[in-house]
């Protein structure tokens, strides 16, 4: 069901205000490119500081867009579970391909509340559920042994976005069976070799084709020829993390000259050092 490159697509802002006209060009242009699919409205797209109706007319409208030509995975994850169901539900109804279930944050529930609040989900809805795994954001780690357990009672688990740089614990994820997307751009090669399917991306939203030829290049087997786009890479994915994630991002689509626009506070402008160092990488691969 998964397999390839995610970009995790950034949700542009024009006066303050969701730029649908904005949005529908980065999505063509990443559909242009040869990506999987999206994931729309995921930690990239802002998914804090859109409103309800906001969240639920991005998903809508990515789908439109998309028209089967791509698969959509809508952000539907919530630290509330009964938010996460009706978010859910309504990514289903609407034509999501599938859904990115964010495990709880700020409020920390053990493994048997994560179990039993993905189980919530997983029963209201049929479409594939991708578990978001992110203990840099949510200050907890969803266990192998838990996931095993979900993807053996409900056939709609079966797959990891991952971003717990532990490989021993990706190697258990598909060792028990379960498809593991990288969460983390840079982690995306090692944990291709270990049989990971491919990434839900941010570097992906700047140079979708290259990373693209990297993630299939690893999926052939052709390790030296995805090496070489790695390390090619390697900057710029870092610089995706030299501020709060989608700070870099923004900023680099808006140097290049595509739609990104603003972003919504509380992550604010760039430091003008941190935009020198981004415009020299972009520079330094013949972007800007
Ligand atoms: O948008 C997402 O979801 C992503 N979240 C991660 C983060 O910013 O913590 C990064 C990931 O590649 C995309």
């Given at each position: 069901?998964?397999?390839?490159?995610?970009?995790?697509?950034?949700?542009?802002?024009?006066?303050?205000?969701?730029?649908?006209?904005?949005?529908?060009?980065?999505?063509?242009?990443?559909?242009?490119?040869?990506?999987?699919?999206?994931?729309?409205?995921?930690?990239?797209?802002?998914?804090?500081?859109?409103?309800?109706?906001?969240?639920?007319?991005?998903?809508?409208?990515?789908?439109?867009?998309?028209?089967?030509?791509?698969?959509?995975?809508?952000?539907?994850?919530?630290?509330?579970?009964?938010?996460?169901?009706?978010?859910?539900?309504?990514?289903?109804?609407?034509?999501?391909?599938?859904?990115?279930?964010?495990?709880?944050?700020?409020?920390?529930?053990?493994?048997?509340?994560?179990?039993?609040h993905?189980?919530?989900?997983?029963?209201?809805?049929?479409?594939?559920?991708?578990?978001?795994?992110?203990?840099?954001?949510?200050?907890?780690?969803?266990?192998?042994?838990?996931?095993?357990?979900?993807?053996?009672?409900?056939?709609?688990?079966?797959?990891?976005?991952?971003?717990?740089?532990?490989?021993?614990?990706?190697?258990?994820?598909?060792?028990?069976?379960?498809?593991?997307?990288?969460?983390?751009?840079?982690?995306?090669?090692?944990?291709?070799?270990?049989?990971?399917?491919?990434?839900?991306?941010?570097?992906?939203?700047?140079?979708?084709?290259?990373?693209?030829?990297?993630?299939?290049?690893?999926?052939?087997?052709?390790?030296?020829?995805?090496?070489?786009?790695?390390?090619?890479?390697?900057?710029?994915?870092?610089?995706?993390?030299?501020?709060?994630?989608?700070?870099?991002?923004?900023?680099?689509?808006?140097?290049?000259?595509?739609?990104?626009g603003?972003?919504?506070l509380?992550?604010?402008e760039?430091?003008?050092?941190?935009?020198?160092?981004l415009?020299?990488?972009?520079?330094?691969?013949?972007?800007?």
């Amino acid at each position: 069901m998964f397999k390839g490159v995610y970009p995790a697509i950034i949700t542009p802002f024009k006066n303050g205000e969701v730029d649908f006209e904005g949005l529908e060009d980065h999505l063509n242009f990443l559909i242009e490119n040869g990506v999987s699919g999206v994931v729309a409205v995921g930690t990239t797209g802002e998914s804090p500081t859109l409103s309800h109706e906001e969240h639920k007319k991005v998903i809508e409208k990515v789908v439109d867009i998309a028209n089967g030509k791509i698969q959509v995975i809508a952000g539907a994850g919530s630290n509330c579970t009964r938010e996460a169901v009706e978010l859910s539900i309504f990514a289903e109804d609407v034509g999501a391909d599938a859904i990115l279930s964010i495990t709880p944050y700020y409020n920390k529930p053990t493994q048997e509340g994560l179990k039993k609040h993905f189980e919530k989900i997983a029963q209201s809805v049929n479409i594939p559920i991708v578990l978001y795994n992110v203990p840099s954001r949510t200050a907890l780690n969803l266990e192998p042994k838990t996931v095993k357990v979900l993807s053996e009672e409900y056939s709609n688990i079966s797959a990891v976005k991952e971003a717990n740089p532990n490989l021993s614990q990706v190697s258990e994820l598909i060792q028990n069976g379960i498809t593991v997307l990288s969460g983390n751009d840079e982690l995306t090669l090692p944990i291709m070799s270990l049989g990971g399917k491919g990434v839900v991306s941010v570097v992906a939203n700047i140079v979708p084709r290259e990373f693209v030829e990297m993630v299939d290049s690893a999926l052939k087997g052709d390790f030296e020829k995805a090496r070489e786009i790695h390390y090619k890479l390697f900057p710029l994915m870092k610089a995706m993390f030299i501020e709060t994630n989608p700070i870099p991002v923004k900023t680099a689509l808006n140097m290049m000259g595509r739609p990104a626009g603003e972003l919504r506070l509380p992550l604010c402008e760039m430091s003008s050092e941190h935009k020198q160092v981004l415009e020299k990488i972009l520079k330094d691969l013949g972007l800007i």
